[in-house]
């Protein structure tokens, strides 16, 4: 079963309830590889750890590959209103939220709840004893 988060923030100064859902496994490994092309197998350890920091990293990418993971993480976010989930996408995402870094937010909170490089475990991402590895840790 897919882990589901609630959170509740202030966008416009409104609370509003969004419903955060991981994303199944083909989409998450879609998502991961797409992240690694983007970032050319370098990155930091801390970036992958951190949401703010990872969506920090991508800053300087081109804007239409950022934008692909950017509209994958929404897709996990839905508005949740009187009982009513609406499944939030790119293209409706304007009708239910009216502040940038709540977008930012609910992005962040999908990295999260994602959790792509699980932290303590070694992965075959991450195994420091790997020759060619994609992502290594730091230590």
Known sequence: MRKENI???VDGGEEKKFKIKQMSATRGER???KLIMLLGGQTQVESLTDPYALLGSIS???FDKVQEL???LI???SRVN???ETQLTPDNADGFIEDSMTLLQL???ALKLNDFFHLGEQTPLTESSADSVLIKRKG
Do not use: M, N, Y
């Open 7 to 9: 959170v509740t923030l």
């Open 60 to 62: 300087s990418k081109p």
């Open 82 to 84: 009187g009982g009513v």
């Open 31 to 33: 998502f991961i590889f």
């Open 107 to 109: 992005r962040a909170e």
């Open 70 to 72: 950017l509209d994958d």
């Open 75 to 77: 897709g996990c976010v």
